[in-house]
């Protein structure tokens, strides 16, 4: 089993140092010279780093203006968090134990720490309020949509968590509300190929081989919108929104299918009515039977 990387830099309110590997080779004379090109903030801001030792290489020795360039090195930084817009939910525990916290996230606030969502987020904010500073999120919920996410509570306890989604052993159920198109025949198991670039906002289907699949259910409807029951067997980037678009109902307050809008930081009106709803699987500690609801509910009304 592959172990975690140890920062050699203590946990600080919740946040963990950032890890940044140096170039296999490079014409830079000094690691501080490396880290000016390479941080997207002002030299100065690199140099008082060094000076506060916010910056340890993979032995935990403090990097100082001096220290020479090390190709393929591992280094641990630590950077002042960017100024973030709070986020006014907060996510409600459901469940605790010694090995595993089950929360009901809201729309809005990311799970983990990345890009500009660094303090306001669900790890960030738990690790805080309930003091546990080994937490990590056994699998991944975007930031937009609601429901459930399991964490786990120590890292002895993160490989085996993480191995039931990696094996698709997890069943999962979600909610959402969309459009109601009466000629749209459903039940029916979605299967396309999706793909995801770097730095491109919008998944997109390909031809190819199938990556991603999805069982999609009309639960009820009223006034032109429908509740959708929706089975992911796969877990591929935005899968569930890429799917409803694909056949015509995207789901409500999506700001990027079928196309992207802006949305203001500070803007927390109009969530994505995606929800995951349940989360079933059998304990791969304890061996027993395990399934979580979200107590969060999408409403019909527009």
Same mark, same amino acid.
């Given at each position: 089993?592959?172990?975690? %990387?140890?920062?050699?830099?203590?946990?600080?309110?919740?946040?963990?140092?950032?890890r940044l590997r140096t170039p296999d080779a490079g014409s830079w004379a000094t690691m501080r010279d490396h880290l000016v090109d $390479?941080?997207? +903030?002002? =030299?100065?801001?690199?140099?008082?780093?060094?000076?506060?030792? $916010?910056?340890?290489?993979?032995? &935990?020795?403090?990097?100082?203006?001096?220290?020479?360039?090390?190709?393929?090195?591992?280094?641990?930084?630590?950077?002042?968090?960017?100024?973030?817009?709070?986020? !006014?939910?907060?996510?409600?525990? /459901?469940?605790?134990?010694?090995?595993?916290?089950?929360?009901?996230?809201?729309?809005?606030?990311?799970?983990?720490?990345?890009?500009?969502?660094? =303090?306001?987020?669900?790890?960030?904010?738990?690790?805080?309020?309930?003091?546990?500073?080994? /937490?990590?999120?056994?699998?991944? /919920?975007? $930031?937009? #949509?609601?429901?459930?996410?399991?964490? @786990?509570?120590?890292?002895?306890?993160?490989?085996?968590?993480?191995? %039931?989604?990696?094996d698709r052993a997890v069943r999962k159920e979600y909610e959402a509300i969309a459009p109601h198109d009466p000629d749209l025949a459903?039940?029916?198991?979605?299967?396309?190929? +999706?793909?995801?670039?770097?730095?491109?906002?919008?998944?997109?289907?390909?031809? &190819?081989?199938?990556?991603?699949? @999805?069982?999609?259910?009309?639960?009820?409807?009223?006034?032109?919108?429908?509740?959708?029951?929706?089975?992911?067997? @796969?877990?591929?980037?935005?899968?569930?929104?890429?799917? /409803?678009?694909?056949?015509?109902? !995207?789901?409500?307050?999506?700001?990027?299918?079928?196309?992207?809008?802006?949305?203001?930081?500070?803007?927390?009106?109009?969530?994505?009515?995606?929800?995951?709803?349940? %989360?079933?699987?059998?304990?791969? +500690? #304890?061996?027993?039977?395990?399934?979580? @609801?979200?107590?969060?509910? %999408?409403?019909?009304?527009?």
């Open positions: 089993m592959r172990r975690k %990387l140890r920062s050699p830099l203590p946990q600080r309110d919740g946040l963990d140092a950032a $390479r941080l997207p +903030i002002p =030299a100065d801001e690199v140099d008082r780093m060094l000076r506060e030792e $916010r910056v340890a290489d993979r032995h &935990g020795r403090f990097v100082d203006a001096t220290t020479p360039f090390a190709p393929g090195d591992l280094l641990w930084l630590r950077r002042e968090p960017p100024v973030e817009v709070p986020v !006014p939910f907060e996510p409600e525990v /459901l469940h605790r134990d010694e090995h595993l916290l089950v929360v009901d996230k809201p729309h809005f606030l990311a799970t983990t720490p990345r890009g500009g969502h660094v =303090a306001e987020t669900a790890l960030v904010r738990l690790r805080r309020r309930l003091e546990l500073p080994e /937490l990590s999120p056994a699998h991944r /919920l975007d $930031r937009l #949509t609601a429901g459930l996410v399991l964490f @786990t509570v120590h890292e002895a306890a993160r490989r085996p968590y993480q191995l %039931l989604f990696q459903l039940p029916r198991v979605v299967r396309s190929r +999706i793909e995801k670039e770097r730095g491109v906002l919008q998944a997109r289907e390909v031809p &190819g081989p199938v990556n991603a699949e @999805t069982r999609v259910e009309l639960v009820e409807h009223r006034d032109g919108l429908g509740r959708y029951r929706l089975r992911p067997a @796969t877990g591929r980037t935005h899968q569930l929104r890429v799917h /409803l678009a694909a056949l015509g109902v !995207p789901i409500l307050g999506d700001e990027l299918y079928p196309a992207v809008r802006e949305r203001a930081a500070d803007d927390f009106t109009d969530p994505l009515r995606l929800l995951a709803k349940e %989360l079933a699987f059998d304990d791969p +500690i #304890t061996g027993e039977p395990r399934r979580f @609801t979200s107590r969060r509910a %999408l409403s019909l009304d527009r």
